[in-house]
């Protein structure tokens, strides 16, 4: 009988397992994904609320239209953005001063093709809360400041939801690992085959006539 080797069929059987569970997981992220793009959707159309003086714990801001006052802007940065256009070019975002303790307020104040800092000292704010890579959350007003375009507006839409095409590719390496190391344990094996004993030659016969 042939002998499969044991320690390496082990660990390559535990990895085509953790592959395949990993693409039921993502196949469950999509369904989450769906229904969090749902929950965006509905926040889009619930009241204004006002920005909060703590950081939110979830993302249950995100996308829901909020208030607020910038005292002072404290620092600015510009980042990668659109304007409502589609037009590439830098988002401008003040660090404002609130008189609340806690996170203060981060808020798009608009976009231009230049990253100078706008001219504004402040003020009261409307717009849309969208995601923020450094502090979690910002504020995207609906009026830009003086000499800026009004940035694009945020969409849940934005958000990607690509967990079925990691599922699709988890289950892709488990399929190529198990045939992988099945050709490999066929080749394997072939190696172990004795070679086959060459025929005989018969010996001729005796000649009894000497």
């Not at 993502?26 to 929950?39: G, I, S, W, Y």
């Not at 979830?58 to 037009?87: F, K, M």
């Amino acid at each position: 009988m042939k002998r499969v080797p044991i320690i390496p069929t082990i660990i390559v059987a535990a990895a085509v397992a953790v592959m395949i569970t990993l693409g039921i997981w993502q196949l469950r992220r999509v369904e989450e994904k769906k229904a969090l793009m749902a929950r965006y959707e509905a926040a889009a159309n619930l009241p204004a609320v006002a920005w909060p003086a703590a950081p939110p714990g979830d993302d249950s801001l995100l996308y829901r239209r909020a208030e607020g006052l910038c005292l002072q802007p404290t620092e600015w940065r510009a980042v990668a953005g659109r304007n409502a256009a589609d037009e590439v070019g830098w988002s401008h975002v003040a660090a404002c001063r609130t008189g609340a303790e806690g996170q203060g307020m981060q808020v798009d104040m608009g976009w231009s093709k230049q990253s100078d800092a706008p001219r504004w000292g402040g003020g009261k704010v409307s717009g849309v809360i969208a995601p923020d890579s450094r502090h979690r959350i910002r504020l995207i007003s609906t009026l830009p400041a003086p000499g800026l375009q009004a940035s694009a507006r945020p969409s849940p839409s934005s958000t990607p939801n690509n967990h079925l095409f990691y599922a699709i590719q988890w289950f892709f390496f488990a399929a190529a690992a198990a045939v992988i190391y099945g050709l490999a344990l066929r080749g394997r094996q072939k190696k172990m085959v004795p070679p086959a004993a060459p025929p005989s030659t018969p010996e001729p016969p005796e000649d009894k006539s000497r």
